[in-house]
Structure formats: structure tokens, C-alpha cells
């Protein structure tokens, strides 16, 4: 199993960024998928789920209405739309096959003026 997410970076407060993870090694279109991120000095955190079909999202309750998880099967790839970031989600965000507790090796956002 592989998870590489890209595109994270330097934002301004305000400012969007997406997320993406491509994924290989098991039936991707088969499994819940999900982002965690960990800020300096914290626990990691569940940011948001998404069910096999894409029909189910669910969210931490800090991101619902600003980040989008989205998936496309056909791609092997699940998305994370981020917009009005905050410094305060400034971390490494990681994309996790939950259930067999696969993690990519993260993409760092940094949001700061």
C-alpha cells in the first residue's frame, strides 16, 4: 500500500489550498478514506472522512464549511479542499486508509501571513 498526498505550502490566512493523495496497492474505490493532520506540539486529528462511494463525507466539527474531501475513484485519488485557512490550521496532513491503518507520509501546510 502506498499513500503520496501533494500540495501543501505556504498560504496566507484567508487563502485555499487542495490536497491531494494518490493512492496504490489495494482496491481503492473498496475502502473509507479519510485526512488526519498534526500540528506542532499536538495530537493528531481526525479532519475529515470519506465512505467508498464518495456519497458519505463526514468533517471535525473545526472544518465543517471550509474543507471539502472529495474522491475519484477512477483516479485512485482522494482530495482535500481547504478554504478561509486559518493559521490555527497550520500542520502535516496525511492521508489514511483507516482501516488497515495505512498513513502517507504527509504534506505540510503552513498558513501565515
Known amino acids: 500500500v502506498q499513500l503520496v498526498e501533494s500540495g501543501g505550502g505556504l498560504v496566507q490566512p484567508g487563502g485555499s489550498l487542495r490536497l491531494s493523495c494518490v493512492a496504490s496497492g489495494f482496491t481503492f474505490s473498496s475502502y473509507v478514506m479519510s485526512w488526519y493532520r498534526q500540528a506542532p506540539g499536538k495530537e493528531r486529528e481526525l479532519v475529515a472522512t470519506i465512505s467508498s462511494g464518495g456519497r458519505t463525507t463526514n468533517y471535525a466539527d473545526s472544518m465543517k464549511g471550509r474543507f471539502t474531501i472529495s474522491r475519484d475513484n477512477a483516479k485512485n485519488t482522494v482530495f482535500l479542499q481547504m478554504n478561509s485557512l486559518k493559521p490555527e490550521d497550520t500542520a502535516v496532513y496525511y492521508c489514511?486508509?483507516?482501516?488497515?491503518?495505512?498513513w502517507g507520509q504527509g504534506t505540510q501546510v503552513t498558513v501565515s501571513s
Open positions: 489514511v486508509l483507516p482501516i488497515r491503518g495505512y
